[in-house]
C-alpha cells in the first residue's frame, strides 16, 4: 500500500474460482453478489435510456399539439362563413 500504484489488500480482485481458500458457500455468495451488482447497472442504464425516450416522446407531442394550435389560429375559413352570413343578412 505504500508504493504508488499499488493496490491495498481488501481492494484486490480474485478469481473466485482460482482462490483455494474460498469454499463453495463462498464462491456461490461471490456469485451472487456480482450477479446483483451487473443487474443494477444494467437498471440504471435502462432507466436513463428510458428517461430520453419519455422526453424524447414528449417532445414530438407538445410539437403536435402546438403546431395543431399554430396552423387552427392561422384558419379563418370561419370568419369568412360570417362575413357572409351578415352580408346575406344585410341584404334580407
Not at 48 to 53: A, G
Not at 64 to 85: C, H, K, N, P
Amino acid at each position: 500500500p505504500g508504493q504508488p500504484g499499488e493496490a491495498a489488500a481488501f481492494a484486490r480482485r480474485i478469481d473466485p474460482s482460482r482462490e483455494p481458500g474460498l469454499s463453495p458457500e463462498q464462491r456461490r455468495l461471490m456469485a451472487q453478489v456480482e450477479y446483483a451488482q451487473r443487474q443494477r447497472a444494467l437498471q440504471r442504464r435502462l432507466r436513463s435510456r428510458n428517461v430520453l425516450l419519455a422526453l424524447g416522446i414528449g417532445a414530438v407531442t407538445f410539437g403536435i399539439y402546438g403546431y395543431t394550435f399554430y396552423s387552427v389560429s392561422q384558419e379563418r375559413f370561419l370568419d369568412e362563413l360570417e362575413q357572409e352570413a351578415e352580408a346575406a343578412r344585410a341584404r334580407a
